[in-house]
């Protein structure tokens, strides 16, 4: 059954403690709002984790939507049971498409150009074969790689590009190249009075060798084992300041190992941007040895970001990071990046001069006032 939630954001109540934060002024008047606003950044984060715990152990959720399954019709329309239970409980509201729609999940499915295999031990998902095969052998495809293509053509084979790296877990750091002409195609074209998208562009020999190597991944279409990994029971804090770095790995609520170190040569002029990436990288390179979801603090929202999508617009960040995901891959490390405020950030104290203890002495955590991610 697919439905989603009914204006699901104003379902959350505000309380009257916290409502002034949520308030705005206008002509000496303050309206406050009691229920969640759908401009906060953090909203969809909260709405997204109350609907995992909505539809825990019954399908899947993304956001205010939801998707209950089963392996056979009854134990689709049992599953569907519990969904309403719970979101009577907690006094959610959904709707349902076509009310009470099921459709009884075969060993496989195809859902927007994603096929799934839930019959197998441990789930798994591909590109749709049929999709996969049109973009391959695609005349976008032809025409890009000879190295003149529309911008149309361009476009429609970037997106696909964008699309198969998703869906595979393919980190886009390999294809920076490609990633910087899009970008630049696409800054023209916004640009433009009139966006033509007829236009024959040159497309450069670097985009089209890595444009080439996706396009051998794709056709292979592999297999991607589902779920979410095991934890591995730590954190890694990462810091950096004007003329140094510190990484720190937490386990039980103590630090059990770190390192730190001052930046030199052309690292010491770089951005700081660049200075956090490489504060990452060494965290994750010289602590980080446990398979499983690494969970990673940093307090630099473009670093963050970077290594959830697993790309910098960054060429020299790229390059950095693309040696953490590496690394993280032949370890069997999936990295789990947090933002936490500049306050809340536990290296920052050993990139100002403080130095580390020897470890593997036990080094207890300082006492912090309560960040974002506390609340969940």
Partial sequence: MQCDGVSYFYQFPVDASISRYFGIGMKGCDMLLNVLCMGWSWAPCIAQRASNVLVRDLGLAWVDNFLVLGGTLDEAERNVAVFRKRAQAARVEVRAEGDDALWQVRSR????????????????????PAWAERWVDGSGMTAVLSGRATARQFAEVFGGAVWATDILAVPRCHFAALLSFAGRLGGR????????????????????????????????NPWVV???????????????????????????????????????????????????????AEGVVRLCWAPGAQRCRIDNAAVVGAVAKGSSSSYAANRVLSRSLRVAGRRGIVLR??????????????????SLPRFPAQLPLPRLRATPFDLF
């Avoid at 927007?112 to 591909?126: I, K, N, P, S, Y």
């Avoid at 810091?239 to 140094?244: G, H, K, V």
């Avoid at 950030?345 to 403080?354: C, I, K, S, W």
């Fill in 109 to 128: 499915f195809v859902c927007v150009g994603v096929e799934f295999d839930l019959a197998a031990e441990t789930q798994r998902h591909r590109l749709d």
């Fill in 189 to 220: 074209m916004v640009g433009a009075a009139a966006p033509v998208w007829d236009e024959v562009v040159d497309v450069p020999p670097s985009a089209r060798r890595e444009l080439g190597a996706l396009r051998k991944i794709v056709r292979e």
């Fill in 337 to 354: 990046p947090d933002w936490v405020p500049s306050g809340g950030q536990l290296a920052d104290p050993y990139t100002r001069g403080t």
């Fill in 226 to 280: 589902g779920g979410v990994p095991e934890d591995t029971g730590s954190v890694l804090w990462t810091d950096a300041s004007s003329r140094a770095w510190a990484a720190l790995l937490e386990a039980e609520g103590r630090f059990v190992d770190g390192r730190q170190g001052v930046f030199a040569g052309p690292d010491a002029d770089a951005h700081i941007n660049l200075k956090e990436m490489l504060a990452f």
